[in-house]
């Protein structure tokens, strides 16, 4: 029987690979860095054991990956927020510009809305200073710095009807400004997030989010690493809207 072991945003994780491969694990590879996950595959394929790579699409990757569909699930949104009516939406770059899944998400946000007549416009968070990585303070402190009064201000500045962020944390720190401005959501601005967390139900109005198939990617995961000898596979699974209280119709003009 071949177990799966879960590697996750943590180096420390490498040098334990390293050692267990050889005891019929499999690995997983969950949100880690592009470099590291290259380092790690190389690292257990050399000792033969079997590897998935999810969540974060690497072109050119060696190995089996699975991810979501980053573009289709800004589509999704995008075509929700112009059925109701919005033709003045923004989009919040609460994450790196660099990585792949947010470089998809901007690409597909940009040609869709020039080639729907939308009016799109990107607004960037607030970088977090170098010194903080070292403080390692806990993320909401991280994401109240990045998406400050600023920010909120130089998304109003565009005067959108709808926000669409990059994730679910920048949506919900974003809604947090806004209604401090006295801005009623969803009447005043609708606001949309990405990956379907927890948080998306624990903020008021509840948070309209685009769900990862994360249990799709796992168990899709999971049967990779049962199936020894095949050679690499790339899935890209569909995400899913998820309507709740964060969005509604423009508001009358």
Request: charged share 25%; proline share 7%; aromatic share 8%.
């Amino acid at each position: 029987m071949l177990d799966a072991c879960l590697a996750r945003r943590d180096p420390r994780h490498s040098s334990g690979a390293k050692k267990k491969a050889a005891t019929g694990l499999g690995f997983i590879f969950l949100s880690l860095l592009p470099d590291f996950t290259y380092d790690l595959f190389r690292a257990t394929d050399s000792r033969g054991a079997p590897s998935v790579n999810i969540d974060t699409w690497l072109e050119g990757y060696p190995g089996s990956q699975i991810i979501a569909d980053n573009g289709r699930g800004m589509e999704q949104g995008l075509e929700y927020l112009a059925a109701l009516g919005h033709k003045r939406i923004t989009l919040l770059l609460s994450e790196q510009a660099w990585h792949p899944n947010i470089a998809a998400r901007i690409e597909v946000f940009e040609k869709f809305t020039r080639e729907n007549g939308l009016h799109g416009a990107i607004v960037e968070t607030e970088p977090v200073p170098e010194a903080w990585d070292e403080l390692r303070l806990p993320l909401e402190n991280s994401y109240d710095w990045r998406v400050g009064e600023d920010v909120a201000n130089a998304v109003l500045v565009t005067r959108p009807t709808a926000v669409f962020a990059v994730s679910d944390i920048g949506a919900c720190m974003l809604m947090k400004r806004l209604q401090m401005a006295g801005r009623k959501i969803p009447d005043d601005i609708s606001v949309i997030g990405f990956n379907n967390e927890g948080i998306c139900r624990m903020v008021y109005p509840e948070l309209t989010s685009i769900a990862q198939p994360f249990e799709a990617m796992s168990e899709k995961a999971v049967q990779l690493l049962t199936q020894l000898g095949r050679p690499p596979e790339h899935h890209l699974l569909e995400p899913r809207l998820i309507v709740r209280d964060s969005t509604g119709p423009p508001p009358s003009q």
